[in-house]
Nanobody, 125 residues
């Protein structure tokens, strides 16, 4: 069982930046593909970004965040980050961290095994 804990959300104005962090409680963190998803009220959970397991230099983003968001991981600290720049009101959602066991990038929620509780990001116009 892997526990994931997100932090770094908050209320910001449009154009601001936030960095989300997700710490995983596992000694094999580097073996997991890590992803960020978000869910706005009344909407389905949406893929945001993912980074492959150690040794596989794979990263993917949903189109709407390309050029603004950056996903990274620190396998020593068991942490995955989501740097979010130039935030827009449509980025408002609860952001979830997820861990999946695969070689490649995972973009579907059902492909992930473990989930955090989420952190709220609110962007005002």
């Amino acid at each position: 069982q892997v526990q994931l804990e997100e932090s770094g959300g908050g209320l910001v104005q449009a154009g601001a930046s936030l960095r989300l962090s997700c710490v995983a409680s596992t000694r094999t963190f580097s073996d997991y593909t890590m992803g960020w998803f978000r869910q706005a009220p009344g909407e389905e959970r949406e893929f945001v970004a993912a980074i492959g397991r150690s040794g596989y230099f794979l990263i993917d983003y949903t189109e709407s965040v390309k050029g603004r968001f950056t996903i990274s991981r620190d396998n020593v600290k068991n942490t995955v980050y989501l740097q979010m720049n130039n935030l827009k009101p449509e980025d408002t959602a609860v952001y979830y961290c997820a861990a999946g066991y695969a070689v490649g990038i995972l973009v579907r929620p059902n492909d992930y095994l473990y989930w955090g509780q989420g952190t709220q990001v609110t962007v005002s116009s």
